[in-house]
């Protein structure tokens, strides 16, 4: 008998109570969660029992997609990235690595050039308020070191890139996601539009006399 809220109970010789205490974990919790308890009776005071609860965590998975597998010369070319959480725990600083400067392509005259002449972050986006960006780091395309992502999340990444005007070979690109000790890539091969060759002949007089000279273009 007692009063568990008054912090005082009553047991008969050989009982045994058993107190069930639900709590619910922060939304951003990421480290053990101890809990202490304490217990006096008969002069033995604070006695303490304690309990330890660690986190599940994070997992990381990634997967790139593009607008169209083929591209053509100084054209913008668009992909996403998802990035997913498909761990029961947060992801904590979790990096996203998309290094589109160290990407090189065969061009015209069969030299090796830097496939992309420009690019840009088009958005970043979650459908969990619970995820948090850090700062992009855009100097080699996209770098992202800081992504806490809630449990069952996704944040969609839309990159866009402008093609070496001279640019005829294959491009491959490959993104990469780290979380503690797992790497995750995702990559993306495609090619350059085929060119079509026209031609197209004039001469400059449609009925000739002998002895005239006929001019063609």
């Not at 109570?17 to 480290?31: D, E, F, K």
């Not at 169209?68 to 668009?78: A, G, R, V």
């Not at 690019?119 to 979650?126: G, K």
């Not at 780091?137 to 996704?154: C, F, H, M, R, V």
């Amino acid at each position: 008998s007692g009063n568990i809220e008054n912090s005082y109970i009553d047991l008969a010789k050989g009982a045994e109570l058993t107190i069930n205490i639900m709590g619910q974990a922060s939304s951003n919790a990421l480290g053990k969660i101890i809990n202490n308890a304490l217990w006096n009776y008969n002069g033995m005071l604070n006695n303490e029992i304690q309990a330890t609860v660690k986190p599940n965590l994070g997992e990381m998975e990634i997967e790139k997609t593009v607008n169209k597998l083929k591209y053509e010369p100084e054209k913008e070319w668009e992909y996403t990235k998802k990035v997913k959480n498909i761990g029961k725990g947060l992801i904590n600083n979790g990096e996203i690595i998309d290094n589109l400067t160290g990407i090189n392509t065969t061009v015209i005259d069969d030299k090796t050039e830097k496939a992309f002449k420009d690019f840009r972050v088009i958005s970043e986006t979650s459908g969990n308020s619970n995820t948090k960006f850090g700062n992009i780091n855009s100097l080699n395309g996209y770098e992202q070191k800081e992504a806490d992502i809630y449990p069952g999340d996704t944040v969609i990444i839309k990159l866009g890139a402008i093609v070496n005007k001279k640019a005829v070979g294959s491009i491959e690109n490959i993104a990469q996601g780290k979380y503690l000790n797992s790497i995750k890539k995702s990559s993306i091969h495609f090619e350059a539009e085929e060119g079509v060759l026209s031609a197209e002949q004039t001469v400059d007089i449609l009925n000739y006399n002998d002895g005239d000279t006929l001019t063609y273009s």
